[in-house]
């Protein structure tokens, strides 16, 4: 098992610049309208591939509290296998895959997908979302931060 080189808390003290950066590009995306469940099925897929642990912990104790069906954050791994999701998930998931994975780039039918679902700035507010969870990706996997505990609830106290 691998230990922390450093936690997520300390880069908010180290480098709280760049920390309040990555932190307002995250939210514009929101701000601008786009769905917060939509965006944290983003996030996790994109932190599932970077392989930030933190980040993926972090993102599905988010969905589960803003109400992401349990079935989505367990399939969105294999999204494309699961017809749960609608055209407009998918279409934020192949965008999200895409911009993750640049060696590939954007290919001409993922472009013509997400612009099918999305409006110019939709997309252009989507984009921003998928840059901030790679951005936060790299620290968290550099410095391997340590993945939230879920929150203990009374019915699990109880047990």
Known sequence: MSHARSEYEDFKRIAPD????????????????????LLELV????????????CVQHHVLLSERIGVPVDKLHLVAVWREAPIFSARERAALAWTEAL????????????????????????????????????????????????AKRPVTANAAAS
């Not at 996030?43 to 933190?54: E, T, V």
Request: proline share 2%; aromatic share 12%; with cysteine.
């Open 18 to 37: 760049a920390y309040d950066l990555v932190l307002a590009l995250g939210q514009v995306a929101g701000k601008a309208g786009l769905d917060k469940q």
């Open 100 to 147: 993750t994975l640049l060696p590939d780039g954007v290919s001409d039918e993922v472009y013509s997908e997400a612009t099918g679902e999305f409006s110019e700035t939709e997309l252009a507010y989507l984009t921003s979302a998928v840059a901030s969870i790679n951005v936060w990706n790299r620290f968290g996997a550099a410095y391997r931060w340590t993945p």
């Open 43 to 54: 996030k996790l897929r994109a932190s599932q591939i970077n392989g930030c642990a933190f």
